[in-house]
């Protein structure tokens, strides 16, 4: 399978299409981009990985129920960005939802999951021989890689990898992830939405903690991160519900297999005419690529 960060992928190349011509965000650039990423992706990885696997974020997400601060202060950056993101997310839900009518690869969107939690599931479910790559350049992922899971990075345009998913993992949950409004496992909930410092992490801290977990259970060893034992029992576990990809609750995977199970895929013989229709001429030589 190839496994595609939808929404990662298709803001990270209209960002840097913005940033290096300075083109006007319209549908038409958007619906390029995606689809020029696809086909990139497909032409070079089919032959070894299979098909596309469409992974899309849904509008609500479960973190958020149980942290209510998950991604709080998203909102606001974008609104200091001075792009027009109701516009964008509205294009590329409607790009998306064009391939999954059209091409004829799985579109999934699963209500409360995120293109993360659709990726772990799959990954987890067909883990064995078949050959896997995510396209994103999340590092949430390494925790996923194994020897027939592979991570390419759009950003980098590299394979993500170097450091043991286990020892990524106990890393992430300890230092938290700012980008996601996570703190670290020594800070309050409110530290990023209320603008508070985090409690450091040393390095060398870092380093004790994580050898210690080779032996001794996370929750037990609040005394070698000096914390009271309440708060590092709770922020542990807060930290690990978040980010750890084998917390995804269980009636969430159930249906992003169940979606999996059962997405329809699009008509290839269809493209010609969507080409024809969106003037998409510059991808119609290219239609066998798709």
């Not at 319209?26 to 995606?34: A, C, G, P, Q, T």
């Not at 009518?101 to 969107?109: C, D, S």
């Not at 020897?147 to 394979?159: A, E, I, L």
């Amino acid at each position: 399978m190839i496994l595609i960060d939808f929404t990662q992928i298709a803001i990270g190349s209209l960002m840097v299409a913005i940033n290096r011509g300075g083109e006007e965000v319209d549908e038409s650039l958007v619906r390029h981009l995606v689809l020029n990423n696809l086909k990139y992706y497909r032409g070079r990885f089919n032959e070894k990985y299979g098909e596309l696997v469409i992974c899309c974020d849904s509008k609500h997400y479960w973190r958020r129920d149980y942290f209510p601060n998950y991604k709080a202060n998203r909102k606001k950056d974008r609104a200091n960005s001075g792009y027009d993101w109701d516009f964008i997310f509205t294009t590329l839900n409607g790009v998306r939802d064009e391939i999954k009518e059209h091409f004829p690869y799985k579109v999934l969107e699963v209500y409360g999951a995120e293109a993360d939690d659709i990726i772990a599931t799959l990954v987890k479910h067909e883990q064995g021989d078949l050959d896997t790559i995510i396209i994103s350049s999340d590092k949430d992922f390494i925790q996923l890689h194994g020897f027939h899971v592979k991570q390419y990075s759009p950003v980098s345009k590299k394979f993500v990898n170097g450091t043991p998913p286990q020892e990524y993992l106990r890393e992430h949950i300890i230092k938290g992830d700012r980008s996601d409004g996570v703190p670290n496992v020594l800070s309050p909930d409110d530290t990023f939405t209320e603008s508070k410092r985090q409690k450091p992490i040393r390095k060398t801290m870092l380093i004790t903690l994580t050898e210690a977990m080779e032996r001794w259970e996370p929750k037990d060893l609040f005394q070698l991160a000096k914390c009271n034992r309440d708060t590092w029992v709770r922020n542990w576990q807060r930290n690990e519900t978040l980010i750890d990809l084998n917390k995804i609750p269980n009636d969430i995977r159930d249906e992003i297999l169940t979606e999996f199970k059962n997405a329809p895929t699009g008509d290839r013989s269809k493209l010609f005419n969507y080409f024809v229709e969106k003037k998409l001429n510059n991808l119609i030589q290219s239609i066998g690529d798709f």
